[in-house]
């Protein structure tokens, strides 16, 4: 069954540095998005993307965070400049047709 | 504002014991209710969609029904394997995210 890939698996990161995450989507999915769950919260979402450009973005999704389609395959999400509270996990998903979504195993970010 | 609760925040049972977990909405138009199974630290895992009140779907041990205010995810017969955290979801007509509620985490006992 076709899987939403994402890497690193866990990234350990300093305060006030730059980290990209990666992810794989589904081959043939359209819709992109980036999604982020604090510990013991509940799952936010942070942006979507189709057509190679931002179709919509979360508040939490500020001037820190940027996202790029720099192929025909890679998703990515940069965070410019990680701050404590930027620890959580960081869900990839891909979508066919924007009804529902296959989500990646996320990358754990921990900032210290 | 479009939300989403769901209760109970956890809910142990006996291999056996079935039982129904609620998830009800408010939404600006619903598009979709989606049900979710994540097991600790792994992602989100599609188990249903649905779109319209009395909709049903079923899938093995699991049945989703939705009505305008909420659903439900039956759990018939559960098993140890079942133990895992069940979302919720919403999305509203105007938009593709998803609104997540906090959960409910199900462990089953043998």
Redesign the interface.
């Known amino acids: 069954e076709p899987e939403v890939t994402q890497t690193p698996s866990h990234q350990v990161t300093q305060m006030g540095q730059e980290v990209i995450l990666r992810c794989v989507p589904i081959s043939n999915h359209l819709y992109f998005y980036w999604y982020r769950q604090i510990l013991g919260q509940k799952v936010e979402f942070l942006v979507s993307f189709y057509n190679n450009e931002i179709s919509e973005k979360s508040e939490i999704f500020d001037d820190q965070f940027s996202v790029e389609r720099p192929d025909g395959s890679n998703f990515t999400l940069k965070i410019r400049s990680t701050k404590l509270e930027d620890s959580a996990m960081y869900f990839c998903a891909s979508s066919m047709d924007a009804y529902g979504y296959t989500f990646g195993s996320g990358t754990r970010l921990t900032v210290v | 504002e479009d939300q989403v609760t769901q209760s109970p925040e956890a809910l142990r049972l006996q291999e056996g014991e079935s039982s129904s977990l609620n998830c009800s909405y408010t939404v600006s138009g619903l598009?979709?209710l989606?049900w979710?199974r994540q097991d600790p630290?792994?992602?989100?895992?599609?188990l249903f969609?649905l779109y319209s009140a009395g909709e049903e779907k079923e899938k093995e041990r699991l049945k989703a029904t939705l009505t305008k205010k909420e659903s439900f995810l039956h759990i018939t017969a559960p098993k140890p394997e079942d133990s895992a955290t069940y979302?919720c979801?919403v999305?509203a007509r105007n938009?593709?995210?998803?609104?997540?509620?906090?959960?409910t985490r199900l462990q089953v006992f043998p």
Do not use: H, V
């Open positions: 598009r979709g989606f979710y630290g792994k992602g989100p895992e599609f969609t979302l979801a999305q938009t593709d995210k998803l609104i997540f509620g906090t959960g």
